[in-house]
């Protein structure tokens, strides 16, 4: 026996910010401002493409830089996230983690050849597993009805998969996948999108559109 959808629907919409931000960095490089995305017209864009659903909440999952080896972009992040937070909007961060890396300096010696410096380099981790887990548990505990998830990571399949067999028929689930087509091919993250997932291309005029990007 089918399990009807839910009147309302239920949405929850989980945003990988990094993932978000680089995408939107490759794939629109002349914006005004780089990276920039509204995450509150984006999500209610998303929630209205299908009828009778209501958005419940907005989750935000990023990585915070080092107050003392970044100083800047950990104060822009904090300003940032409390602007989020000040708009209703779930924030869910983990600490970076750095290492130094060889990198190719930008200025080059008057001999022509390369030369490699090293640098402190930021990475996320554990972002993706945080956003599985909330994905998983809040599925089991039927606190949403559809998840869209705004992210190419394709490391997030597991979660979707373990989130359709966790709660199997006893109640109804959806889980849909935005995404941004890529533009010239070879491109970062090309055209990868969430397995088992309804997708929903996120284009340049409707981004524009919803007011979710200028």
């Given amino acids: 026996m089918a399990i009807l959808m839910p009147n309302p629907n239920r949405v929850i919409v989980f945003v990988d910010g990094q993932n978000l931000y680089m995408r939107i960095c490759e794939c629109f490089p002349d914006l005004p401002h780089r990276g920039h995305c509204d995450l509150g017209p984006l999500a ?4 209205n493409l299908a009828p009778d659903r209501a958005l419940t909440e907005i989750r935000y999952y990023t990585g915070i830089q080092d107050s003392q080896t970044d100083p800047n972009g950990y ?22 983690k750095y290492s130094r890396e060889w990198v190719k300096d930008r200025v080059q010696p008057a001999t022509g050849g390369p030369r490699f410096v090293q640098i402190w380099q930021a990475r996320e981790k554990g972002i993706d597993i945080m956003l ?6 809040m599925a089991d505990a ?44 070879g491109t ?19 981004l524009q559109k ?3 990007i200028p």
């Fill in 44 to 47: 209610n864009g998303l929630v």
């Fill in 75 to 96: 104060a822009g992040k904090q300003r940032y996230l409390a602007k989020l937070t000040k708009a209703g909007i779930t924030v869910k961060q983990r600490p970076m």
């Fill in 132 to 137: 599985a887990l909330d994905l998983v548990l």
């Fill in 142 to 185: 039927n606190a949403y009805d559809t998840a869209i998830i705004v992210s190419q990571d394709t490391d997030l399949d597991v979660a979707v998969e373990a989130a359709f067999h966790i709660v199997g028929q006893r109640h109804y689930l959806a889980i849909e996948n935005a995404y941004i087509p890529a533009g010239a091919p």
């Fill in 188 to 206: 970062l993250f090309n055209n990868a999108r969430l397995a088992n997932t309804v997708p929903r291309a996120l284009s340049r005029v409707f």
């Fill in 210 to 212: 919803i007011g979710a």
